[in-house]
């Protein structure tokens, strides 16, 4: 029997990723950039042994179905020849509306497999192997700010995170408006496929993606917050048009995230700086100065249907 684990943070895209141009590798038809964050993390143990099944434990839960053969299917990369895993994984989140990641979760699953099965990867293969249980996990194997390259070769060799400044360089804060959940009806991977190829917006949207990295990179080097606030929350904002011109249409925008959308923006107005950004959820994030924080967390808890107001800084690469 041999075991190992890790612990890997979640990250939250500034560029987004948004489509794949090859699905079974994971591999993406943009480049990407993140922050990874500090309180929101993932801890995975994973042992080999004679079993005559994987078996994955989830927050205390055991899994079945589609959740463990996507482990298992993950797993035939690494695991020594004819042996089984256990899995036991646990989302430190601190609220119970559902904002577990997979980023955190294949980063957390690619580390402690590969050295229980004796690997000793480094950091860019990782990487490249967290990308293939999900992609956005190949840029939470760095802490800090993370770019994760879209690369040009089929086999993905060059398709990995690339750290482009450490958890130390900048100390933001991400405020995370957690919202009531809805039933996900899309998910990102069904959701990606049907807007590369449908809509009429995704030829817009890589157009001006090269252009947002660039400038979300020059941004991060000289810690220009209205210049990163402005690249992050037009990233976001085209990335969700581009589903709404999808066929059929879908969107995760809830009548909630619209209300939160208006409120950044007016207390923007109002002179609060900060700026937001959304994933493939209802969920609605702000990037603002530490300082700024408490009045940011203060604006976001008085909106209606709010959960909770999680506030993260920059976090720690896998461990
Ligand atoms: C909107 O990495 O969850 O959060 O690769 O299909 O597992 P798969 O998708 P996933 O997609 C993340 C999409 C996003 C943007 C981002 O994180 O860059």
Request: hydrophobic share 45%; glycine share 8%; aromatic share 6%.
């Amino acid at each position: 029997m041999s075991s190992a684990s890790a612990r890997a943070h979640a990250n939250i895209a500034l560029v987004k990723y948004w489509g794949k141009r090859d699905e079974a590798l994971f591999l993406p038809t943009n480049g990407s950039l993140s922050l990874t964050l500090d309180g929101l993390y993932t801890t995975t143990t994973v042992t080999y042994g004679d079993g005559a099944a994987d078996r994955l434990v989830l927050d205390g839960v055991e899994q079945g179905g589609d959740a463990l053969a996507k482990v298992s299917r993950f797993l035939d990369r690494v695991r020594p020849d004819g042996l089984r895993a256990f899995v036991e994984s646990e989302n430190h989140v601190p609220t119970a509306a559902g904002l577990a990641s997979s980023a955190s979760a294949f980063a957390a699953l690619a580390v402690a497999a590969s050295r229980a099965a004796g690997l000793a990867l480094t950091p860019d293969e990782l990487s490249r192997l967290a990308r293939q249980g999900s992609g956005s996990a190949c840029r939470s194997i760095y802490g800090g700010f993370v770019e994760w390259r879209r690369g040009e070769r089929a086999d993905g060799a060059d398709s990995h995170g690339v750290p482009i400044a450490p958890q130390a360089h900048w100390d933001v804060r991400m405020l995370v408006a957690v919202l009531v959940k809805a039933p996900k009806a899309v998910s990102s991977r069904e959701g990606m496929r049907r807007t590369v190829q449908t809509s009429p917006f995704y030829p817009g949207w890589l157009a001006s993606v090269d252009s947002d990295l660039a400038a979300a990179r020059a941004a991060i080097a000289t810690r220009d917050l209205d210049a990163l606030g402005t690249v992050m929350e037009a990233s976001a904002l085209k990335m969700h048009a581009t589903m709404l011109a999808a066929q059929p249409p879908f969107t995760y925008l809830r009548p909630a995230s619209l209300a939160a959308i208006q409120a950044v923006w007016d207390a923007r107005a109002a002179g609060l700086n900060g700026y937001l950004t959304m994933d493939a959820g209802p969920n609605v994030k702000v990037l603002c100065a530490a300082a700024d924080a408490p009045a940011w967390q203060a604006c976001l808890a008085a909106l209606p249907d709010v959960v909770e107001v999680l506030c993260c800084g920059p976090g720690p690469g896998v461990a």
